[in-house]
């Protein structure tokens, strides 16, 4: 079983940046394909983006395309998103996941971003 801790987040201008990390302990992430979503009040969880650990693919929310980047360190077994020109609307709770399979069944307990104009 893979834990999940997330870090990074605060308050933040609109036009301004964030890099939140998700760090994780008990397995490696090696065999996971790890993403992060967000939580706007009042809204669902949204998909953000998602790393293949194995070959590094990505995929990306069209709402972050271009802004967004998500990465991650093998040694440090730690995910990363840099979120960059940041918007009201990037406002949420962001949570890193983890999923073996079809299945997103590992998350962290989440961070706040807030993003003012």
């Known amino acids: 079983q893979v834990q999940l801790i997330e870090s990074g987040g605060g308050l933040v201008q609109a036009g301004g940046s964030l890099r939140l990390s998700c760090a994780a302990s008990?397995?490696?992430?090696?065999?996971?394909?790890t993403g992060w979503f967000r939580q706007a009040p009042g809204k669902e969880r949204d998909f953000v983006t998602a790393?293949?650990?194995?070959?590094?693919?990505?995929k990306y929310a069209d709402s972050v395309k271009g802004r967004f980047t998500i990465s991650r360190d093998n040694a440090k077994n730690t995910m990363y998103l840099q979120m960059n020109m940041l918007k009201r609307e990037d406002t949420a709770v962001y949570y890193c996941?983890?999923?073996?399979?079809?299945?997103?069944?590992?998350w962290g307990q989440g961070t706040q971003v807030t993003v003012s104009s």
């Open positions: 996941a983890a999923k073996e399979g079809v299945r997103w069944g590992y």
């Open positions: 790393i293949t650990w194995s070959d590094g693919s990505t």
């Open positions: 008990g397995r490696t992430l090696s065999r996971y394909t």
